[in-house]
């Protein structure tokens, strides 16, 4: 089972940046997808970017994040980041890193999750 912690969270203002990092364990092979997800009170978990790390480096975003969010895997750390920039009021949410056999939409199809981190984003 892939242990999994976020860090990076924090309240910034619109128009901010912020670096979300998810420190990966317990495995002897680099799961096949990695992902973030958020998830807003009242609203589902969305998944906001993916990668599939050993198989070229492979990359999804939302349509909501392109061009202002970059996901990337740092092997040797063992490491999943985000870089989150031009920061909006609508990007508030907890953020959850996960794994899985692929890269699923469906957040109920990933085997192993963080216990998030939070970003809120004031106007």
């Known amino acids: 089972q892939v242990q999994l912690v976020e860090s990076g969270g924090g309240s910034v203002q619109a128009g901010g940046s912020l670096r979300l990092s998810c420190a990966a364990s317990g495995y002897t092979e680099t799961p096949v997808c990695m992902a973030w997800f958020r998830q807003d009170s009242g609203t589902a978990r969305e998944k906001v970017a993916s990668?599939?790390?050993?198989?070229?480096?492979?990359?999804w975003y939302a349509y909501s994040v392109r061009g202002r969010f970059t996901i990337s895997f740092d092997n040797a750390k063992r490491t999943l980041f985000l870089q989150m920039n031009t920061l909006k009021p609508e990007d508030t949410a907890m953020y959850y890193c996960a794994t899985a056999g692929s890269c699923y939409d469906n957040p109920t199809l990933y085997k192993s999750w963080g216990q998030g981190t939070q970003v809120t984003v004031s106007a």
């Open positions: 990668i599939y790390p050993t198989y070229g480096g492979r990359t």
